[in-house]
């Protein structure tokens, strides 16, 4: 079952989402975009339930909200969830480590504020919904990262 934790399910609210018996991610839903917490539980989600798996959650649950689908393919979802997981992870390391180039390790800061939270919005709303469209499109680079990492 599906714990609203903020407002009713008509507006903007924060919602753990039951990926499956074990897990759940935090997803912020508003119109026309869905915000996932870049978190322990979407880690661990993924490695027990792949990123198409969470999209389509995502996507269901969206539309018994809204009444309409969120249009965004389920591949352009799960390319971006993965793409924001693994440089978040990425940086954490950097910064976690003695590398000492001050220039590196505050762009790895700077990315991992901004993988915090994967906004996914249609591209009405969504300035980079394109390009994870365009890597979702790429059948063989979406299934490499979709279904390999």
Partial sequence: MCIDKNQSLKGEGS?????DIYNNINV??????????NDEELLSSLKNCGAISIAKKIK????????RKLNIEENSIAVEIIGHVFFDRVCKT?????ISFKLIKN???LIVVKTETINCGESVVDNNRWFWDGVAGVDFLANAIIYRI
């Fill in 94 to 98: 950097i910064l976690n480590s003695s």
């Fill in 107 to 109: 762009i790895c800061k």
């Fill in 28 to 37: 912020t839903y508003s119109d026309k975009i869905a915000k996932i917490s």
């Fill in 15 to 19: 919602m753990l989402i039951p990926i």
């Fill in 60 to 67: 269901s649950y969206y539309e018994n909200i809204y009444n």
